[in-house]
T-cell receptor, first 116, second 115 residues
Framework: DTGVSQNPRHKITKRGQNVTFRCDPI?????LYWYRQTLGQGPEFLTY????????KSRLLSDRFSAERPKGSFSTLEIQRTEQGDSAMYLC??????????????FGEGSWLTVV | AQTVTQSQPEMSVQEAETVTLSCTYD???????LFWYKQPPSRQMILVIR??????QNATENRFSVNFQKAAKSFSLKISDSQLGDAAMYFC????????????FGQGTRLTINP
């Protein structure tokens, strides 16, 4: 068990460029989440997958954001035409849904995005 | 919508002493989970302790314990015998039992440990 892995850890991009982040969850986990965290704030939910199905998206996720989880394994979060307001840390988390006792959510180290 | 409030942006404590971090939340649900997460600088978010709302007994994990007051919607974290490695941002979080179980976080409390 290597934990939740995110790449790249840091990305600096020019406004208007596209960026993509990758998340590799813990191998047996069927649930995967993306959160966004700005400096000095708590993380905010963006979207959630159960296996390969994207089941919920926050209103924070504008049309410029798209997330995928092909084959229910790794996930990608793409931001098109980046804006300075997109600068934040993007956190990925995963969990194993257990019917009775609920689940513990494990986080990756995050991907920092700076839009200049 | 559920909300989580942490009213202490910063706290400090002397090494080996005890500190309590406050958290209040708002929900119309009767059953849910509450969590405290720790986020050291440039490190990943780690689960510290978890409480199921249907359990009256307060959760305890070694030096970490909670005071869960369901009627008051209060969920404080007590850290005993504080250690330098406890320095971090601490986030209180809530999740529903059903559905996506997405976490709703508070704004965080930055804890400093003074040697």
């Amino acid at each position: 068990d290597t934990g939740v892995s995110q790449n790249p850890r840091h990305k600096i991009t020019k406004r208007g460029q596209n960026v993509t982040f990758r998340c590799d969850p813990i191998s047996e986990h069927n649930r995967l989440y993306w959160y966004r965290q700005t400096l000095g704030q708590g993380p905010e939910f963006l979207t959630y997958f159960q296996n390969e199905a994207q089941l919920e998206k926050s209103r924070l996720l504008s049309d410029r954001f798209s997330a995928e989880r092909p084959k229910g394994s790794f996930s990608t979060l793409e931001i098109q035409r980046t804006e300075q307001g997109d600068s934040a840390m993007y956190l990925c988390a995963s969990s194993l849904r257990q019917a009775i006792s609920g689940n513990t959510i494990y986080f990756g180290e995050g991907s920092w995005l700076t839009v200049v | 919508a559920q909300t989580v409030t942490q009213s202490q942006p910063e706290m400090s404590v002397q090494e080996a002493e005890t500190v309590t971090l406050s958290c209040t939340y708002d929900t119309s649900e009767s059953d849910y989970y509450l969590f405290w997460y720790k986020q050291p600088p440039s490190r990943q978010m780690i689960l510290v302790i978890r409480q199921e709302a249907y359990k009256q007994q307060n959760a305890t994990e070694n030096r970490f314990s909670v005071n869960f007051q369901k009627a008051a919607k209060s969920f404080s974290l007590k850290i005993s015998d504080s250690q330098l490695g406890d320095a971090a941002m601490y986030f209180c979080a809530y999740t529903q039992i059903q559905g996506a179980q997405k976490l709703v976080f508070g704004q965080g409390t930055r804890l400093t440990i003074n040697p």
